[in-house]
């Protein structure tokens, strides 16, 4: 898993999660499998945990049941070299696919579609403004419904409570883009932990909105670190599970320790077991805990 990349994008499937980790990394120039670990006698039955690189970017996966359906209020945006590069991507993407808004050319990108993949994972696929930038991808929040208006508030939030976080351009909707109010949200761009994502708010309606399909997972090295996100972030004590947390716009969130990673990849049976045994009956993770579990023996 790339090192410096300190928030994951965790994609939850029902059974899936190998064959879809497999087609990205086959539709992605420059991507990878990292690791597949079967988590065995979860509440959901042996779960499949599958770690991948696409162009760079870190992403885990996992088959643990029907609970949750991906939808497109959190996406990824391809920042995409060549018009070519696009059509590629998307033919791939789109084959079993939704399309949201079809491939063709917007005021704001040459090259642009929003697609929804047979996975149901959303990605919006644009041709980059400089041809020499390498394949990027970038999360995108949409606030939508009851989180419509908060946009702007959410952006201070999760700067607030990220290091080496800032907000960068806010382009606004303007007085003549009912149902939209003039002065919210159309995009913005801000970075956590060094890292970039987008947000966007929308007064449309929509049959969906944030849920536990796609969450972050935050890698933390300290139980001190755990213990800020987790205190932070939490809104939703219900909610919270197996490192699992929602926050106050809905959003899921796992605050998990970064040796976990490691942990699954070069543990024998055994120490996964006990790993798995240990962290099922936990909210928030105790990392001398589960160091201890997969220690003993």
Known sequence: MST??????HL???KEAVEAATFYVSSFPGSHLINATTLRDTPSGDCDVVS??????AFQAISAGPFFTPNPSISF???????AQ???LWSRL????????PLESYPFSARYGWVQDRFGISWQLTLSEHSSASLTIIPALLFIGDNYGKAEEALHFYTSVFNASKIGEIRRYGPDQAPDREGMILLADFVLEHQSFIMSESAFPHEFGFNGAISFMVNCETQKEIDHYWECLSAAPEAEQCGWLKDRYGVSWQIVPAVMEKMLRHGTP???????QTFLPMKK???DALQSAYATG
């Open 52 to 57: 991948f690189e696409l162009a760079g970017y």
């Open 285 to 287: 993770f105790d990392l």
């Open 12 to 14: 939850w499937f029902d």
């Open 86 to 88: 696009v059509d590629t």
């Open 270 to 276: 055994e120490q996964i077991a006990r790993l798995t």
């Open 94 to 101: 789109s084959d079993g696919g939704e399309t949201l808004m």
């Open 4 to 9: 410096s990349q300190k928030i994951v994008p």
């Open 77 to 83: 945006i391809v920042y995409l070299p060549t018009s």
